[in-house]
T-cell receptor, first 112, second 113 residues
Framework: EAGVAQSPRYKIIEKRQSVAFWCNPI?????LYWYQQILGQGPKLLIQ????????DSQLPKDRFSAERLKGVDSTLKIQPAKLEDSAVYLC??????????FGSGTQLSVL | GENVEQHPSTLSVQEGDSAVIKCTYS??????FPWYKQELGKGPQLIID?????GEKKDQRIAVTLNKTAKHFSLHITETQPEDSAVYFC????????????FGRGTSLIVHP
């Protein structure tokens, strides 16, 4: 089966600009996760969806980050405006029953 | 919420040696403990997992042990090979889509030929 698809693979922007990431989970997976991974650290959960409802977004900086999951399938994560400290890899993952997570390759964001 | 501590942060071994990575968790309700391997430029990939009703699980050269009483679990890699070099992450959470997977900070394993 196809894995989790993410795009773009890399993105370089200047601070205060906006950026959007896209994720297509594995077909049939109800749970979708967005993680932020800063260099040298473990993944930190930003938001978790169960179908198209939000399970947890307590660590999402809501003044600049937003995310949606349309029709319980694809998802987009947006940052507006970006800050230097947002430079990180943004990982999308999905799972069928909230157990085994399958990750995409991630989007590496550099904010200059 | 859950808090996962992982040690060591870096582990350097010679090819053929064994490697052990340890994690502790705080939430006694956690019942699922996966281990992920992340190679450079790629997303984490699940390599082995264990549920709270099992004390040990083995898959070829890798094994995971769980001590529920002490709230710690470990990854064991035997006969290490250069291709085992990567960053390894542990995680702990309650299974089911309504619970939040929490990851450790990662261990960079370097296997010298």
């Amino acid at each position: 089966e196809a894995g989790v698809a993410q795009s773009p693979r890399y993105k370089i922007i200047e601070k205060r600009q906006s950026v959007a990431f896209w994720c297509n989970p594995i077909s049939g997976h109800a749970t979708l996760y967005w993680y932020q991974q800063i260099l040298g650290q473990g993944p930190k959960l930003l938001i978790q969806f169960q179908n198209n409802g939000v399970v947890d977004d307590s660590q999402l900086p809501k003044d600049r980050f937003s995310a949606e999951r349309l029709k319980g399938v694809d998802s987009t994560l947006k940052i507006q405006p970006a800050k230097l400290e947002d430079s990180a890899v943004y990982l999308c993952a999905s799972s069928r029953q909230g157990e085994k997570l399958f990750f995409g390759s991630g989007t590496q964001l550099s904010v200059l | 919420g859950e808090n996962v501590e992982q040690h060591p942060s870096t582990l350097s071994v010679q090819e053929g040696d064994s490697a052990v990575i340890k994690c502790t968790y705080s939430d006694s309700a956690s019942n699922y403990f996966p281990w992920y391997k992340q190679e450079l430029g790629k997303g984490p990939q699940l390599i082995i997992d264990i549920r709270s009703n099992v004390g040990e699980k083995k898959d070829q050269r890798i094994a995971v042990t769980l001590n529920k009483t002490a709230k710690h679990f470990s990854l064991h890699i035997t006969e290490t090979q250069p291709e085992d070099s990567a960053v390894y992450f542990c995680a702990a959470f309650r299974s089911g889509g309504s619970y939040i997977p929490t990851f450790g900070r990662g261990t960079s394993l370097i296997v010298h030929p």
